[in-house]
């Protein structure tokens, strides 16, 4: 069974670092893309961007380009997304997802991260 | 890259049959056959339930169906029950390798 199992909520300080992960199970994770998509509290899905573990290649939404590093270790099976410097409107639920022809069609059950003084 | 369009509501009784519009561009939507969409429940990680413009992945009901015109995709769900009633997003693949998602659309059955 295809799983994606997410790292546990946290709550940080502004201009704190953070580094959340994503681990698969049960497929060849070196082969298919893995995503992130941010929701904001109340508010609908953004494509942050993806990774292919094989070859660490990585695309960004331009809206997220510079904001945050994804990164994947094929020998874990795991992917991240990280943050150097944390802003309260980082405050957010994150998944991850396997991206396989052209479709999010497995999911990760979240990361909420709350970012406040 | 901007989001997709979608309506941020819609409505309808059960057994009747809705469509919520998915507008783009002909960099994403007009562009590739890659149009997928997901259903969300509160407090639940998306669930894909369309690919591919039309295909429906494997245990998902056939009341669902999705269709393309030119920059506008669309889903159907006919026969409208209670458990529908989610939120509903639209997302596509675009230049460069990336992925841009609608705004979402809640569903409502009265």
């Known amino acids: 069974e295809v799983q994606l199992v997410q790292s546990g909520a946290e709550v940080k300080k502004p201009g704190e670092s953070l580094k959340i992960s994503c681990k698969g199970f049960g497929f060849n994770f070196s082969n298919y893309w893995i995503g992130w998509v941010r929701q904001m509290p109340g508010k609908g899905l953004e494509w942050m961007g993806l990774?292919?573990?094989?070859?660490?290649?990585?695309r960004y939404s331009p809206s997220f380009e510079g904001q945050v590093t994804i990164s994947a270790d094929t020998s874990t099976t795991t992917a991240y997304l990280q943050w150097g410097s944390l802003k309260a409107s980082d405050t957010a639920t994150y998944f991850c997802?396997?991206?396989?022809?052209?479709?999010?069609?497995?999911w990760g059950q979240g990361t909420l991260v709350t970012v406040s003084s | 890259q901007s989001a997709l369009t979608q309506p941020a509501s819609v409505s309808g009784s059960p057994g009747q049959s809705i469509t919520i519009s998915c507008t783009g561009t002909s960099s994403d939507v007009g562009r590739y056959n890659s149009v997928s969409w997901y259903q969300q429940q509160p407090g639940k990680a998306p669930l894909f339930i369309m690919y591919?413009?039309?295909r429906r992945p494997s245990g998902i009901t056939n009341r669902f169906s999705g269709s393309k015109s030119g920059n506008t995709a669309s889903l159907t769900i006919s026969g409208l029950q209670p458990e529908d009633e989610a939120d509903y997003y639209c997302?596509?693949?675009?230049?460069?390798?990336?992925?841009?998602f609608g705004g979402g659309t809640r569903l409502t059955v009265l």
């Open positions: 990774i292919t573990p094989r070859n660490s290649d990585v």
């Open positions: 997302c596509s693949y675009t230049t460069g390798d990336r992925w841009v």
């Open positions: 591919a413009v039309t």
């Open positions: 997802a396997r991206q396989g022809d052209y479709v999010l069609d497995s």
